[in-house]
Every structure is written in C-alpha cells, then in structure tokens.
C-alpha cells in the first residue's frame, strides 16, 4: 500500500517536472506564433499599422490635459472624458470616426441640454416631488430613446449617437438631484467631448487618412472582377471533368472558389456605404456622389454569384453527362462563359479608373446571341436517342449559363447608371479585336449605356 502511494507521487512530480520543463518552450512557440500572425496582419493590409500608431498619438496628445497644471486646472478629473472620447470614437476609416464623432457630439450636447432642462423643472416642483419629476423623467425619455433605436433606418447610422444621449441625459439629470452645479457638469463633459472629437477628426483626416468610400469603390469593383475570373477559368474546365480529368480539375478547383467570397459580401458593403455617406470631398468622390447606386451594383453582382455558386456545383459533381453531349453545346456555352468574363473584368477596370467604355458591349451582344442560339437548340432537341438522366447535367450548366448572361447584363447596367450619376471621363475606344461584333447597342431605357438585351430562360 505504502508502496504503491511512492509510486504516485513519484509519477505526480514527473508529471510536474515535464510541465515545468515544457512550458518555456511553450511560450516561446506561442510568442512566435503571435508574431507571425502579426507580420501577415501587417502585411495584409499596412494601413492597420498606421492606424495603431494614430490612435496611439491621439491619445498622446488628448492626455496632455492631465500632464501640465494649466489644462488640468480648467477641467478637472472631468479631462478623462476626452480620451474616453478618443478610445470610442477612433474608427479605421475616415467616414466610421466622423460618424461617431458627430453622433457623440450631438448626442451629448442634446442630452445635456434636456437633462439640465429636467433638472430645472424638478428643481421647480419642491424637494419632495423633485425625485419622482426625475424619476418619471429618465423613464420615459429612456424608453422612447431605446425603442427609437429599433426603426432600421436610425439604426443604422444614428444607434450609437442614440446610445450616448441616453447616457448623458441619464447622467446629468439624475447626477443634478446630488449636485447642484448641474450646468457646469454639462458644461465640461460637452467641452470634453468636443476637443476628444475634433482632436480623433483631425489626426483621422490628415496624417495617412483611409476613405471608406475609396474601399467600397474598390470592393465593387474587385467583387466584379471575381466573377469574370471564375467565368474565365470555367471555360473548358467543366468539359475536362466531362473527359474524366477530374485530377487536374481538382488541382484547379482553388481558382474556381474565389468567387464564394462574393456571396458573403452584404455585411461588408452596407457598412462601407454607410461610413462613406459621412465623409467629406476626396480625390475623385465629389460631394452626394451616389453611394446608393454601389447597392444596387452588389445585389445585382450577389444575384450573378448566386448562379455561379450553382453552376459550379456542376464543376465538382461526381455525376456527369455522357461526353458527346457538352461536345454539342460547346461552342455555345464556352462562348458565353467567355464573353460575359471579359464583359464583367472590363465593367470593374470602369469602375476602377473611373472612365466611360464602350467595349464590353461587343462582349454582352455576342453573349446574347450565343445565349439565344443555345435556347434554340435546346429547343430543337439534340438528343433524341439520349437518356433524360444523362442529358440533365448539361441542359443544366447550359441553363444556368443562360441566366448568367442575363445576370451581367444586369451588372453593366448599374455600373453605366453609376457612371452616368458620377459623371465618369469618356476614354477613347480602342480598335476592335479581330472577330468581334464592332456594332454599338443603341437601344436605351432612359440613362446612357443601359442595355435591353433580353435573355430568358423559357
């Protein structure tokens, strides 16, 4: 018995003793693996650094009223509030930290007024009944704030400016029924408030700014773009499954998936609008430049990836059609797949330069009757000695290609309908490949570039 409880405690302090002698080189892999991860969060995207660096000054400079006597004199502990102000309120773009700042400015300067109003009237009405005029006071006003909060088109760019004025009416009208220097209270947490603001404003705006609305640009454009890759690579590749080369299909089948990014992008995209609408003239987004129209670009671009997420479901599919059957289509659905990614690569080097073209309706035209071509020898009936089963997976990619037609021309139309409202710079048209439609649609509904090209899958 004795013995076999040495051996546990022998066993116990080995144990220990291999934890003990581990766990240096534990932390040391995990320093390493932070520092790693921070290298690539670096490199992903440099801005971050510099943004680290900005909030690190602001706070810097906010706090310089508690460091020399004659700023801490004129506020006080109340002096906090500024960089309480910055920690909040620094955002990673422009549009984000002039959307906090002005809702907290507001929002304060609101409740503070209302609360010193509250505390006026209470103050009216007698000691006794002071504390119930506050009480029913904060209640209500509380819970009309809160509930106005929930209205989506408030939330959405109001919530938090909601939020503060709830806290600072709350504040100063139940701190006033204590303290009688209510007015002043108010004064100072405004005055706070307003140099943590401008101060977060300034450095935000003028050392490395970054523009919300700039990376929406980008991010519509580079979300277009997407699609015409994956439209690209598909050409052939859904017909080298079809010839059993389903190894070189699978080594490709990276380049296939990039466009699920596209799928998710709803969250991003409102929160970029949202922040954009906030910030001032910059480089070439001038003043109500047309944010709006960069919604209707992602629903329609979402409705294109939509499709390609179907049609590539056919790409990895175990079950395929008999090879002599996409032969028949080939000419067709590769035509397709190919013109509506050059269509969609050139609609995001529009977007990105900025410039008026011409030279994806080549591309569209040549779709659209390739599309209609398709129809009619679906139509016809290629097949008639082939079974139903075998003939679905390729009336299917065929299909889905058809609707991706319609799809971009859905997308040139809200970027045209974009370079209308922004006024982009016409460039000069380049010559026409060899092999392509020269002719230009002249058909319009009522902005320039629109196209009426329909494509419907009957």
């Not at 080939?330 to 013109?339: A, G, I, K, R, Y």
């Not at 982009?424 to 439609?437: A, Q």
Request: charged fraction near 20%.
């Amino acid at each position: 018995m004795a013995s076999e409880q040495n051996q546990e405690k022998i066993n116990g302090l080995k144990s220990a003793w291999s934890f003990l002698k581990g766990f240096p080189g534990k932390i040391v892999n995990a320093v390493v693996s932070a520092a790693g991860e921070a290298k690539k969060l670096g490199k992903d995207d440099p801005r971050r650094i510099v943004h680290s660096f900005k909030l690190g000054l602001a706070i810097t400079i906010v706090s310089l009223f508690y460091y020399f006597d004659f700023l801490y004199d004129g506020f006080g502990v109340s002096a906090m509030w500024a960089v309480i102000t910055v920690v909040v309120v620094f955002e990673f773009s422009v549009g984000a930290t002039i959307g906090k700042g002005v809702n907290r400015g507001i929002a304060t300067f609101v409740g503070g007024v209302l609360g010193v109003a509250v505390h006026c009237l209470a103050s009216v009405t007698g000691k006794h009944a002071e504390s119930i005029v506050l009480g029913l006071s904060v209640f209500l006003i509380s819970t009309a704030a809160t509930f106005i909060r929930f209205f989506p088109q408030l939330k959405a760019r109001y919530d938090y400016g909601l939020l503060i004025f709830i806290l600072t009416f709350c504040l100063i009208s139940v701190s006033g029924y204590r303290d009688d220097e209510v007015i002043e209270m108010a004064h100072t947490r405004l005055s706070t408030v307003a140099i943590g603001s401008c101060a977060t404003v300034l450095i935000c705006i003028f050392i490395c700014p970054v523009w919300a609305g700039e990376d929406l640009h980008n991010f519509t454009a580079d979300n277009i773009e997407t699609l015409g890759i994956f439209l690209e690579d598909f050409q052939g590749k859904y017909f080298e499954t079809t010839n059993d080369k389903n190894d070189e299909n699978e080594e490709n089948q990276d380049t296939l998936d990039g466009y699920k990014v596209v799928l998710n992008s709803k969250g991003t995209e409102d929160s970029l609008i949202n922040f954009a609408k906030w910030e001032p003239r910059h480089g070439k987004f001038k003043y109500r430049h047309p944010w709006d129209q960069y919604v209707k670009i992602g629903k329609s671009t979402r409705e294109c990836a939509y499709k390609i997420d179907a049609l590539n479901c056919y790409v990895i599919s175990e079950t395929q059609a008999l090879v002599e059957i996409p032969r028949k289509i080939q000419e067709p659905c590769s035509t397709m797949s190919l013109e509506c990614s050059q269509t969609l690569k050139e609609l995001a080097t529009v977007i990105k330069k900025m410039t008026r073209s011409s030279i994806s309706d080549p591309h569209i035209k040549n779709a659209v009757i390739a599309a209609k071509s398709l129809k009619s020898m679906m139509h016809n009936g290629l097949w008639p000695e082939t079974d139903l089963l075998n003939l679905i997976p390729a009336a299917t990619v065929a299909s889905l290609l058809i609707e991706i037609v319609s799809s971009t021309i859905k997308i040139s139309d809200s970027v045209s309908q974009l370079a209308s409202l922004s006024k982009f710079k016409t460039c000069n048209i380049p010559p026409v490949p060899h092999g392509m439609c020269p002719e230009k649609r002249t058909a319009s509904r009522g902005n320039e570039g629109s196209h009426t090209f329909g494509v419907i899958v009957e």
